[in-house]
Nanobody, 122 residues
Framework: QVQLVESGGGLVQAGGSLRLSCAAS????????MGWFRQAPGKERGFVAA????????YYGASVKGRFTISRDNAKNTVYLQMNSLKPEDTAVYFC???????????????WGQGTQVTVSS
């Protein structure tokens, strides 16, 4: 069992930056791949970024590639999402999730956090 808690969301102006954190419980964090997803009102949950257990493999959604960076610190049981050059269309609830094998598919993740709101004003 893995419990995930996101933090770091908030209100930021377009062009600004935020760093989201996702703290995981349990001693097996380093064996899980982690992903970030987001859901805007009235839209489906969409893939943002994913990272494998070691941090050596990362994937990004097309709309965030080059602006967002996913990373992890296994000693701290935490995965991060650095978001730069934010746009109003990045406004959404951001969720972190854990799975055994890194993937961009939401339905292949086993554990989910509660989400953190990110709002980008124009």
């Amino acid at each position: 069992q893995v419990q995930l808690v996101e933090s770091g969301g908030g209100l930021v102006q377009a062009g600004g930056s935020l760093r989201l954190s996702c703290a995981a419980s349990g001693r097996t964090f380093s064996s899980y791949a982690m992903g970030w997803f987001r859901q805007a009102p009235g839209k489906e949950r969409g893939f943002v970024a994913a990272i494998n257990w070691s941090g050596g493999i990362t994937y990004y959604g097309a709309s965030v590639k080059g602006r967002f960076t996913i990373s992890r610190d296994n000693a701290k049981n935490t995965v991060y999402l650095q978001m730069n050059s934010l746009k109003p269309e990045d406004t959404a609830v951001y969720f972190c999730a854990a799975t055994r094998v890194v993937t961009i598919r939401a339905n292949e993740y086993d554990y989910w956090g509660q989400g953190t709101q990110v709002t980008v004003s124009s």
